[in-house]
């Protein structure tokens, strides 16, 4: 049988970029959220930090999984394998997204109450950190599209 190539399916370059942009949105989503910034005062926040925290080590072990691969030129496409990235991406996929979205409705609602419940600059702040948090969130659902097109060629 012939091996499929998809220009992002796990163990190529672009996989390898899509994963290194992952982790490098949530990293900023988590340091605009959490760096001198009281987010734990709203659940949406809090939720936005924890999905973002399971986001970095996920994104960061597959980038590392794709940069072993185009090192040694092996892909590994077991379709067990295939499966847990494939359910791991979804699953992470979909919480950033409701992350992302929660964090950016509570940031409306703060902003349309006005100056006492949330600063100029500590809103500015929370909008980069779900602006980022949906930058990770697409290259994740890319990701996860990618290898699911590769899946029936197992």
């Not at 295939?82 to 509570?106: R, Y």
């Not at 994740?140 to 990618?146: V, W």
Request: proline share 5%; aromatic share 14%.
């Amino acid at each position: 049988m012939e091996e499929v190539s998809v220009p992002g399916a796990m163990g190529t370059s672009a996989s390898f970029a899509l994963r290194l942009g992952q982790t490098v949105f949530a990293s900023a989503s988590l340091l605009f959220m959490s760096f001198r910034v009281e987010f734990y005062g709203y659940s949406s926040f809090c939720y936005l930090v924890v999905v973002m925290g399971l986001v970095i080590p996920w994104s960061t072990t597959l980038a590392l999984v794709d940069a072993y691969s185009i090192l040694l030129k092996y892909v590994p496409r077991q379709p067990k394998i295939m499966w847990v990235v494939i359910i791991g991406d979804w699953v992470l996929s979909f919480l950033s997204l409701a992350a992302a979205c929660s964090t950016a409705g509570v940031i409306d609602l703060l902003l349309d109450t006005g100056q006492p419940y949330c600063p100029v600059k500590l809103c500015r702040r929370y909008q980069m950190s779900a602006a980022t948090a949906f930058l990770s969130w697409f290259l994740s659902f890319a990701s996860s599209l990618f290898n699911l097109w590769l899946l029936p060629s197992l």
